[in-house]
């Protein structure tokens, strides 16, 4: 099946600076990138939706100045945790879809600890 | 309407037994329903999918039971071996819109 790569696997950060993770697709264009959100033994919640070359659509209560996606190309879309806290700590997922979701594959995740 | 309930939260099955995980969901616009499967510190992989113009679906031991008339779907572990041993997430999307997953169930296989 179709691969996903997402960078870094895990990553510890202080209190205040910012956290850049990546999502790539590596053998196929994604036209949509998601990211997700999943706190231990929790269901993955959905954070924004990017589309290649236009601004991302945020879930109620997340807030995009903080987290901030860029879709630059259809194979590259990154999640920026910015001035990052401890209670952002969490684990990251980002997956990447064609045109429908039976396309739809997921990223290995970033464990972000906020120190 | 866009929630999908998973039960049971948490199952222990012994090593060659039947694991059986229940979904519902309300929106009977939802027209793909996929099953992921997730290991501890990884993403989840996808498992197996229906889409509501069928009852049921099988590959391998994985088997998706769909009925559209009580919006509900199960997914059936035949032989269920220790490698199984994971998270599952049952999920509901319209077309290519966003997934609504369920909660999860944490399935333990003893051997």
């Known amino acids: 099946g179709a691969v996903v790569s997402q960078h870094p696997s895990r990553v510890i950060c202080k209190s205040g600076t910012s956290v850049k993770i990546e999502c790539r697709s590596l053998?196929?264009?994604?036209?949509?990138m998601f990211w997700y959100r999943q706190f231990p033994k929790q269901s993955l919640m959905l954070m924004a939706t990017?589309?290649?070359?236009?601004?991302?659509?945020?879930e109620q209560g997340v807030e995009k100045d903080k987290f901030l996606i860029n879709h630059a190309s259809l194979t590259l879309s990154t999640l920026t945790v910015t001035s990052a806290h401890p209670e952002d700590s969490s684990f990251y997922i980002c997956?990447?879809?064609?045109?429908?979701?039976?396309?739809?594959?997921f990223g290995s995740g970033t464990q972000l600890s906020v120190l | 309407q866009q929630q999908v309930k998973q039960s049971p939260q948490s199952l222990i099955v012994q090593k060659g037994g039947i694991s059986i995980i229940n979904c519902a969901y309300e929106?009977?616009?939802?027209?793909?329903f996929p099953w992921y499967q997730q290991f501890p510190g990884k993403g989840p992989a996808l498992l197996i999918a229906?889409?509501?113009?069928?009852s049921e679906k099988k590959e391998g031991r994985f088997t998706i039971s769909f009925n559209k008339s009580a919006k509900q779907f199960s997914l059936h572990i035949m032989d269920s071996q220790p490698g199984d041993s994971a998270t599952y997430f049952c999920?509901?999307?319209?077309?290519?819109?966003?997934?609504?997953f369920g909660t999860g169930t944490r399935l333990q296989v003893f051997p």
């Open positions: 997956s990447a879809g064609q045109a429908t979701n039976e396309k739809l594959f």
């Open positions: 929106n009977t616009a939802f027209d793909y």
């Open positions: 999920a509901a999307s319209i077309n290519t819109d966003k997934l609504i």
């Open positions: 053998d196929f264009q994604a036209t949509t």
């Open positions: 990017s589309n290649e070359g236009s601004k991302a659509t945020y």
């Open positions: 229906i889409r509501p113009d069928v």
